[in-house]
């Protein structure tokens, strides 16, 4: 018996150029499975609400009280809790749906053997790298929607310091202090950019690296030690699992949140 343990997903067949690999598969179908279960639980709602409406309205409820103490307003929160809670809710499902039994054993025949047809989704970068550019591009765009065009330039090239330096040279006082806060502002912007390009890496590689690990732990464990061994490992995956999905949400709003409050400070400043 052999254990194939693959960093990227296997491509089960392509239409046209695009490659259709196994966990994309599983996303399609995790994703139907929420749409077609929102639209379900839409339809069933009652003003006297049953046990499973009780339970799914204090999820939301909470959540919603969660993210509004984080964000700060009501009509804040209105707009940024659909995006926070559909990704917890699709990165955990994601996460729980792997332990799932026997999705291992469906596989397809291919020539270079057999090809699983599922495949933990947040176990592939690419899919995590979307999801993670999503949530910086949308950052960005709220900064700039906040602060304007020119204040979100402002907040990385931040320039004022060595105009005003240069404004009081013309009069002949030389006010080195400010030139070297200048350098010193732009210096800041720079990392400020640095800052930006690191959460597209810190975001993702902590969800993937995570799940990626969990899945190949357990698969070795349960290689090398069936039955009763793999179990801790399993709950510890899917503890992992669940933090996991809760981290990358909160974060999203925490990322956010600051590109709300920065643009508001400069507005103020301004």
Known sequence: M??????????????GWFPVTNSFIWTLVLSLFLIVTTIVIGKKLKMIPGGTQNFVELI????????????????????????VFTMFLLILLANLATFIPGQAAISIAKENGPVPLFRAVMADYGLVF????????????????????????????????????FKEAIHGKFKFGVLAQGFLDLFLGIMDIVGEIAKIISLSFRLFGNIFAGEVLGGVMLFLAPFFTPLPFMFLGIITAIVQAFVFAVLTLIFITMAIETGEKQEGAA
């Open 2 to 15: 052999k254990l194939n343990i693959s960093l990227s997903p296997e491509v089960l067949f392509n239409i």
């Open 60 to 83: 939301i409820e909470e959540s919603y009280s969660f993210v509004k103490s984080i964000i700060g307003t009501d009509e804040k929160a209105k707009k940024v809790f659909p995006l």
């Open 130 to 165: 979307v999801l993670t550019i999503i949530t910086v591009v949308l950052t960005q765009i709220i900064a700039i929607i906040v602060s304007g065009p020119f204040g979100y330039i402002g907040r990385f090239i931040n320039l004022s310091g060595i105009k005003a330096f």
